[in-house]
């Protein structure tokens, strides 16, 4: 299998790259490229959601190949001076094929998302909200109020939200996501204190352990913590997460990084997972799982990007090798104008000989739209 030949290398380049190398937000190699913390350009601290007033601007002015000219005004989401708005759309076509499976092509509306931020006092205390308002009816992503310092060097945060916890990719089907439960989908309720100083940035957070709102049954808690070091060059940082539940606990650990070469930004991250949850039968099992991620992204042009990304996941270290999976994935993301992107490529999955859907090949364009 392919997986065998690039097991050992995706393992030595995400290794590498957490040695030099960034907690991210939808789309970390940004942030490696200008040498700026997530919370420069989101609202949110740990990135991800609406974008601050610079995070408009870059989107305006840096990021895309052409800008249409709007006169001398730039839009910067303000409604009133404590108000402001913004939104994400993604819209795709995609060719799915599978051994031994007709090949489905199909469009989709993945999701249309509404930001509003409140600064009831400006740059102290501010509520937020994320919510995804299509397809499928109106569902809360986040609902948090957050208390920053007079100097903004910590905060506080309370309420619904998405927990830090490494590299918040755009592509929520990662092995490094999917694996830990942890994603842009997933969402907890709870606390979070967050300290951000000279070249530091670090969260704490405590909260309920179930995931999306559900109710809870017992007094088990999940702590979060993330800790990171960013420099104009690169950045690295290590993450924790520990589930303590009456069905069983949960223990996740990873170290991620990113570091700029030139026109290239380079993304790491290797987390492992011990999940003693797993239930077969009447009997509570543990796996130990390895998950790992290596991404390149070439700046060809300005506003033209071409993303590589290899993947390898170990669903159970106990076991043989047989059971481990691979993905590599090449995306070209071109952002012709202001607030609007379009997204190419192929992912293609590679697993156990005898588990067709492992063995995929997913062919997409995406329209993506943000303001």
């Given at each position: 299998?392919?997986?065998?030949?690039?097991?050992?290398?995706?393992?030595?380049?995400?290794?590498t790259?957490?040695?030099?190398?960034?907690?991210?937000?939808?789309?970390?190699?940004?942030?490696?490229?200008?040498?700026?913390?997530?919370?420069?350009?989101?609202?949110?601290?740990?990135?991800?959601?609406?974008?601050?007033?610079?995070?408009?601007?870059?989107?305006?002015?840096?990021?895309?190949?052409?800008?249409?000219?709007?006169g001398?005004?730039l839009?910067?989401?303000d409604?009133?001076?404590?108000?402001?708005?913004?939104?994400?759309?993604?819209?795709?076509g995609?060719?799915m094929?599978?051994?031994?499976?007709?090949?489905?092509?199909?469009?989709?509306?993945?999701?249309?998302?509404?930001?509003?931020?409140?600064?009831?006092?400006?740059?102290?205390?501010?509520v937020?909200?994320d919510?995804?308002?299509?397809?499928?009816?109106?569902?809360?992503?986040?609902?948090?109020?957050?208390?920053?310092?007079?100097?903004?060097?910590?905060?506080?945060?309370?309420?619904?939200?998405?927990?830090?916890?490494?590299?918040?990719?755009?592509?929520?089907?990662?092995?490094i996501?999917?694996?830990?439960?942890?994603?842009?989908?997933?969402?907890?309720?709870?606390?979070?204190?967050?300290?951000?100083?000279?070249?530091?940035?670090?969260?704490?957070?405590?909260?309920?352990?179930?995931?999306?709102?559900?109710?809870?049954?017992?007094?088990?808690?999940?702590?979060s913590?993330?800790?990171?070091?960013?420099?104009?060059?690169?950045?690295?940082?290590?993450?924790?997460?520990?589930?303590?539940?009456?069905?069983?606990?949960?223990?996740?650990?990873?170290?991620?990084?990113g570091?700029?070469?030139?026109?290239?930004?380079?993304?790491?991250?290797?987390?492992?997972?011990?999940?003693?949850?797993?239930?077969?039968?009447?009997?509570?099992?543990?796996?130990?799982?390895?998950?790992?991620?290596?991404e390149?992204?070439?700046?060809?042009?300005?506003?033209?990007?071409?993303?590589?990304?290899?993947?390898?996941?170990?669903?159970?270290r106990?076991?043989?090798?047989?059971l481990?999976?691979?993905?590599?994935?090449?995306?070209?993301?071109?952002?012709?104008?202001?607030?609007?992107?379009?997204?190419?490529?192929?992912r293609?999955?590679?697993?156990?000989?005898?588990?067709?859907?492992?063995?995929?090949?997913?062919?997409?364009?995406?329209?993506?739209?943000?303001?």
């Amino acid at each position: 299998m392919i997986i065998r030949n690039y097991r050992l290398l995706l393992q030595c380049l995400a290794l590498t790259l957490c040695l030099f190398a960034l907690r991210a937000n939808a789309e970390p190699y940004l942030a490696v490229q200008t040498g700026l913390k997530c919370n420069q350009c989101h609202v949110n601290p740990t990135g991800g959601g609406l974008r601050t007033q610079y995070g408009d601007v870059f989107a305006q002015t840096l990021l895309p190949q052409e800008k249409i000219d709007t006169g001398p005004d730039l839009w910067t989401g303000d409604i009133t001076k404590f108000l402001r708005i913004g939104g994400d759309l993604r819209f795709d076509g995609s060719v799915m094929a599978e051994p031994h499976t007709k090949t489905q092509d199909t469009f989709t509306l993945q999701q249309t998302r509404v930001y509003l931020e409140a600064n009831v006092i400006p740059d102290r205390l501010l509520v937020y909200v994320d919510e995804q308002v299509a397809p499928g009816g109106a569902t809360n992503h986040e609902a948090y109020g957050v208390y920053w310092s007079a100097n903004h060097d910590w905060y506080v945060k309370a309420g619904q939200m998405y927990l830090p916890f490494g590299l918040r990719l755009q592509d929520q089907e990662a092995f490094i996501i999917t694996q830990t439960g942890i994603s842009m989908f997933q969402w907890d309720q709870g606390v979070e204190f967050g300290w951000e100083r000279g070249h530091w940035d670090a969260q704490f957070d405590v909260t309920n352990g179930t995931n999306n709102g559900a109710s809870t049954s017992d007094n088990g808690k999940r702590y979060s913590g993330q800790l990171q070091w960013v420099e104009s060059l690169f950045r690295f940082g290590g993450a924790a997460n520990f589930n303590k539940k009456m069905t069983g606990n949960k223990s996740e650990f990873a170290l991620f990084g990113g570091v700029r070469t030139g026109p290239v930004e380079w993304l790491g991250q290797v987390e492992v997972i011990d999940d003693k949850s797993i239930v077969q039968g009447a009997t509570v099992i543990g796996q130990r799982q390895l998950a790992s991620l290596a991404e390149a992204d070439w700046l060809i042009a300005k506003g033209n990007n071409l993303k590589i990304t290899g993947e390898y996941f170990n669903p159970d270290r106990s076991v043989s090798s047989h059971l481990n999976e691979g993905r590599l994935s090449v995306v070209y993301e071109w952002t012709p104008i202001q607030f609007a992107q379009l997204r190419g490529g192929m992912r293609y999955g590679d697993g156990i000989p005898e588990i067709a859907s492992l063995h995929t090949k997913l062919f997409f364009v995406e329209f993506h739209g943000f303001f």
